[in-house]
């Protein structure tokens, strides 16, 4: 059992969970994840390793509650524990050892984006982060990404920050001071956003792909992403990627398979469910 020893609300619907995970704490990597079952029947859900401390022996998970799993997930109070949690998983994120590194967070993404920043202020290396959300109470992390290095804030609707989309301030960072590689986490409309900005450029562009995920061994094919012409498994062979070489039109496809599922199992966590589904067709 994985005790729940702090929790945090960083935005409406973004909770930060800092758990005892002893094992994982001391040999994750910056872009790893683990797989976390709340109880025996729960859905099993990936999320990204934010933060890690060893002598504590605990790691820190953001969750967006959006459906069932992730509500239960974030109503954990401190005391509390989460039964099963495997990992780190995936391959730790790949680092530059000099240069400037423009990292770019989309709301909830921002979370992922935090340890690949700190591993590269680590080496030595020049960060810049540009991060968003929607409006003020959707920025994350801010604080925390503004001990690594330079950051710049956006807000859709230009209630805190800079008003736009992140890809604005990327646009214009990219032109005025250049960058040697960019890492970016978000919705997929962002990431294909960034790498469409970045590839005439030709500054490497590595993305964190959220795929559906059900056992995390590559085993059950649920998180093919193709990348250039090759079938990858996120879980196994990434979650990262080159963006220039991501299909993102499957990506979003695949997202949205079970979809009318994950928001019925959510209306049927509400109250009683009376109205069943077909199956979903194969992706
Ligand atoms: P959101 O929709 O509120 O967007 C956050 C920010 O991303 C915006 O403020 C904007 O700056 C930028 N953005 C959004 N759409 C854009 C576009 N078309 N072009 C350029 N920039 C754009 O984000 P949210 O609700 O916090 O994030 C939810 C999404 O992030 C979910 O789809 C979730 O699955 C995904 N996610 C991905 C990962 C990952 O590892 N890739 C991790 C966590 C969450
Ligand atoms: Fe099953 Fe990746 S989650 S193959």
Known sequence: MHRVVHRRQLSPNVTLLEVEAARIAQIRRPGQFVIVRL?????????TIADAHPAAGTITLVIQAVGKSTRELVALQPGQAIQDIA???GHPTEQI?????????????TAVVHPIAQGLHRKGVNVTSIIGGRS????IFEP??????????????????????????????????GADIVYAVGPVPMMRAVANLTRPLQVRTIVSLNPVMVDGTGMCGGCRVSVGAETRFACVDGPEFDGHLVDFDELMD???TYREFEQRAAQCADGPCRIGLAAPTAA
């Open 144 to 177: 925390e990404l503004r001990a690594l290095g330079d950051v710049i804030v956006c807000t859709d609707d230009g209630s805190y920050g800079r008003k736009g989309f992140v890809t604005d301030a990327l646009k214009d960072l990219l032109t005025t001071v």
């Open 254 to 256: 695949r997202l949205g």
């Open 39 to 47: 109880g025996g029947n729960a859905e099993r859900i990936p999320l």
């Open 87 to 89: 990992g780190p998983l």
């Open 136 to 139: 003020r109470e959707w920025v």
């Open 97 to 109: 050892d000099a240069g400037h590194a423009v990292c770019v967070g989309g709301g909830v993404g």
